[in-house]
């Protein structure tokens, strides 16, 4: 019978800062990116991520967009900082085109929407930095719903998640747009 291959040592593993506050959705994700064979170190928000990365260097970060005090856009910045080299994949709950696009301009190489399972997450870390020509172009224009989604959100990226100047720069009442933020984005 065929030796099984060792396990790389934990000096050989890829490090990876996995960076999310759903302590749930944080340990299920990081013990199968452990068993993927890459050396997690986990964090619950940009403050504590910071602090582990200054002495980690991590070679990979998946990171939440959504977690309280500072957004994951704020640590991508953060992160590249410290290592220009290190992959970063974005991921949301919320996902939106202007999230989207403001954590590819930050430096992030993808971004994928929750829920996302840890094949998909190791598949994004691997992905080349260019973009796939062969991705299908959707049929039809966004709805109107979908639209105002993306503005929403597009306009609460400019404002750095700050949902009182985004209600004023709206021209909103703030529990009004509380509420459509609480919503999920409708079908394109």
Known sequence: MPEKPSPPSEDERSTLLLVDD????????????????????????????????????????????????????????KLLELDPNTRIVMLTGYASIATAIEAIKLGAIHYLAKPCDADEVVAALNKGTGGDSAIPVAGSPLTVSRLEWEHIHRVLAEQQGNISATARALKMHRRTLQRKLGKHPSRE
Do not use: H
């Open 22 to 77: 759903d302590d749930a959705f944080r340990r299920v994700l990081a013990r199968a990116l452990d068993r993927r064979g890459y050396a997690v170190t986990v964090a619950a928000n940009v403050e504590s991520a910071i602090a582990k990365a200054q002495g980690l260097a991590p070679e990979y970060a998946v990171v939440d967009l959504k977690m309280p005090g500072e957004s994951g856009l704020v640590l991508i910045e």
